[in-house]
């Protein structure tokens, strides 16, 4: 996982409340084994029209919000079912943050391990970055893990993190390398089994 420190970049204002994570990758395409190639069908049924061509009103079609890094949500991000896909798929199409009010544990939980920071913010200071952004679409967001600060012209507010969620991420560290950490100690209590036992070899 690569290390999250700071990230800037220009966002995407969706701030309806209560995004399942079946609007954000319908359960149609959940046949991929390998993880990407999600960015594609991200939020796929409100991106296309019912003839299936791509809506030029949604905003993540819209040519201002190309390329940004920041996806600003409503409450309750992420709700619905726990598939790991609507991380996947968010951090596939580019992003690497969501601020919003709240979010759906698992869905938290799910980004912490990939390396896509959801912070919380107070509902009026997502409305605040939103109306910066419509203002002015290349208007840049800042999030300072480290410091626990989303900063943008005009605006600057603290977040709070769970500390081990905080370290395991800025130090690029996911459930793999944390075992890995200790790999000789199980290495060496495999090798001390007797041969009739299991061992991982």
Known sequence: MEPVTVITGRAVPLLQPNIDTDQIVPHRFLKRVERSGFGEVLFHDWAHLPDGSPDPAFPLNRPEHRGAAVLLAGPNFGSGSSREHAAWAIQDHGFR???????????RSNSHKIGLLPVVLGAGEVARLADLVAADPATEITIDL?????????????????????????EGIDDIDRTLVHEDAITAFERARPDYRPTLN
Do not use: M, N
């Open 146 to 170: 480290p410091a626990q600060r989303v900063t943008a012209p005009g605006f600057d507010a603290p977040f709070e993190i769970d500390p081990f969620v905080k370290h395991s991420l800025v």
């Open 97 to 107: 943050a969501v601020l919003a009010p709240s979010f759906a544990d698992i869905f």
